[in-house]
């Protein structure tokens, strides 16, 4: 795991000082990313600098340092991730003859390419990457993400020049020009929590997809093609179902998942997990314990006053499996400090508040191990998500309603005073009595004469109507279009797949474990058992009311179901009482500021209902909030 920065700029050509500066100004800026050394390589001749952070995993020796060049001399790579199948990379009889100058991944692509070529080579590729690689010959460069966007690629292609980088910072560190503000950018963002993808904050900044090579010649044209689509797995899912029975499948999947987190333990470097003592992280545990690969070490931070603190059954699943477990007790006061960082760490804005703990458990976790393999991803595959359970089970009961009937219940359930509602929910038996009352019956009312597509749409968005903040259209994400023909359950995990997986959660996981140095790999987005999920007929996704109904089966044969079954909580903070109290000073002045480019009269009004306690806007308010921290800091 590394960071990797670059740019081709014509204007410096032959001035190779220039260039090798400017490179090295990138890289310095993501330094965090690659504490272990730091590289430079120059074709002066072209304008071609690239730059490398290092963190060291596979092969600590120099012969694992980048750039670096192929053996004939025409292909040079910077590459951030990890290839968990470079040993067989290397077997292939292409690569015969060979003298290998270390047993690093980095070489076995570079290799790979300059002997087989850039498409033949990514097919074969299993890991998790951003890469760029330099053809001397061609005088072209190809920028390359990973099949499901695990890992970050950003770049700038403007005046003839182009800049890339792992991160933003690195691309402002070629000059100090102010960029301008992309408002469809901020649009999406105010309603999604994040920028999707290929879109990002800034005018001119682009991101690489997810399964995309982008490549640049030396004259300044770009093309861009895919080499892996999720709608192809899904397509070849729908031609080829799995048609087998229950203990079949559930063989199929453990066998899958054993051999990708065994690939995911190869490291030249300590190892662990986080462990939450949910489904999908404790199949992680349990199968890492599975490979009888040595002691296993697990990680996680429990919240005792937030009030849902899930440690004690982390701590649980820890001592049936015999894992070396490591717990970190969490104040607020201990997470409320990290708030000040994350306008620094995440340069982008970015409003998934659960940014937080996954930065304490990655700071607890690194200072014992060096990577940490992780769950996510579970969910995306496998329908774990209350909206999935939405689909599979309530929604083809609301849809049987007339639409005209469910606009007219949506309009007077929505028309109820909350005190009313609030008053005669109080009236129910103390064990049905759901929390904000009123909140929840609002909810209901705004998704009763929704399409399903508007439905989704609703459900992941951060508030009512973000369009209200700021008069600007939303820019599209570029991977959301489900195939045709697919069922509400489907088109949900499509969707989460293509732009809530890559841009919010593994984002999130990116920077809060980089700010730190971490190596975070998620074996569930082993591309195989991507591809294997979707030939999952529905019964093996939500069956009974029950979400990831055969990934539970998987983890039934290692752990007991009483130390796992219970309510999805996530992995969040008590973001509603903090705005209240602790941050409710902090967030009044990034909320209620007129020096920001967003309406704030929409937003006042937002945050004195959420004050008087009536309604909860916590996650729409912490968007808001983290927009004008990003602005102050970067904007």
């Known amino acids: 795991m590394c960071g990797i920065a670059g740019l081709i700029d014509p204007r410096r050509r032959g001035d190779e000082p220039s260039l090798a500066r400017a490179a090295q100004a990138m890289a310095e800026k993501i330094a965090h990313r690659g504490p272990d050394g730091a590289g430079v390589w120059v074709d002066a001749a072209a304008g071609l600098a690239l730059s490398h952070r290092r963190l060291a995993i596979v092969d600590l020796s120099p012969a694992g340092a980048q750039p670096m060049v192929s053996a004939d001399g025409n292909w040079a790579i910077s590459y951030n991730g990890e290839i ?130 982008a490549t640049f010649s030396a004259d300044g044209t770009l093309t861009r093609s895919r080499y892996w689509r999720l709608e192809d797995a899904v397509a070849a899912g729908r031609v080829d179902p799995l048609d087998v029975s229950d203990g079949e499948a559930e063989d199929r999947l453990a066998a899958l998942l054993a051999d990708a987190i065994g690939r ?16 999908d992280s404790s199949t992680v545990a349990a199968l890492m314990v599975g490979a009888n690969k040595g002691a296993v070490r697990t990680f996680s931070i429990g919240f005792p006053e937030f009030g849902f603190d899930e440690s004690a059954h982390a701590a649980a699943v820890a001592r ?60 995306e595959l496998f329908a774990g998500y209350n909206r999935h359970l939405v689909a599979a089970r309530d929604w083809p009961r ?35 009595l759901p929390a904000q009352p009123a909140d929840k019956l609002a909810k209901l009312a705004g998704i009763l004469a929704l399409d399903p597509d508007a439905l989704y749409r609703r459900l992941v968005s951060q508030g009512p109507d973000p369009a209200r903040h700021l008069a600007a259209p939303e820019c599209m994400p570029g991977l959301g279009v489900p195939p045709d023909g697919l069922d509400l359950l489907d088109r949900m995990r499509f969707a989460d797949t293509v732009t809530y997986l890559p841009d919010d959660i593994l984002q999130k996981v990116d920077r809060a474990s980089m700010a730190v140095a971490l190596e975070a790999r998620p074996p569930l ?25 055969i990934l539970r089966r998987v983890l039934d044969r290692h752990v007991p179901r009483a130390l796992i079954d219970r309510p999805k909580m996530g992995f969040g903070v008590p973001l509603a009482d903090w705005l209240r109290g602790p941050l409710r000073d902090w967030a009044a002045d990034l909320i209620e500021s007129d020096a920001g480019v967003l309406d704030p009269a929409p937003a006042r009004a937002l945050w004195r209902e959420h004050l008087s306690g009536r309604r909860n806007h916590a996650y729409a308010l912490w968007t808001l909030a983290m927009f004008e921290a990003w602005r102050r800091r970067w904007g």
Do not use: C
């Open 264 to 279: 995911q333990m190869i490291a030249d470097v300590p190892l662990g997990a986080f462990l939450s003592g949910g489904v």
């Open 84 to 213: 968990y199948n470079a040993a067989e990379l290397r077997r292939h009889p292409a690569l015969g003859g060979i003298a290998w100058r270390g047993h690093s991944d980095t070489e076995a692509i570079v290799e790979s390419v300059a002997r087989r070529g850039l498409a033949e080579t990514l097919q074969d590729l299993n890991g998790m990457y951003a890469i760029a690689l330099w053809d001397r010959r061609a005088r072209r460069l190809h920028l390359v993400r990973d099949r499901l966007g695990i890992k970050p690629l950003f770049f700038e292609a403007t005046n003839g020049r182009l800049a890339f980088g792992s991160e933003l910072k690195a691309l402002r560190a070629i000059d100090d020009e102010p960029r301008q503000l992309n408002p469809g950018a901020v649009a999406s963002f105010l309603r999604l929590g994040y920028v999707p993808a290929p879109h990002a904050i800034f005018v001119g900044v682009e991101k690489v997809l997810p399964g995309e090579i």
């Open 525 to 549: 987005l082993d591309h195989r058992v991507v591809e294997f999920a979707w030939r999952l007929p529905p019964r093996f996704l939500v069956r009974g009311g029950e979400t990831k109904w």
């Open 398 to 432: 609301i849809a049987r309603l007339p639409l005209p009937l469910r606009r007219i219940a949506a309009f007077g359930l929505g028309a109820l005073p909350p005190q009313l509602v609030d008053s005669a929910a109080h009236l129910l038996p103390r064990r049905l």
């Open 320 to 379: 049936h499996l015999g894992t070396q477990h490591t717990e970190l007790v969490v104040t607020a006061a201990d997470a409320l400090a990290v708030v000040p960082q994350l306008a620094d760490m995440f340069d982008e804005p970015f409003a998934d508040s659960s940014q937080i703990p996954t930065h304490l458990v990655s700071k607890l976790t690194r200072a014992h191990v060096t990577v940490a393999l992780s769950g996510d991803g579970g969910d």
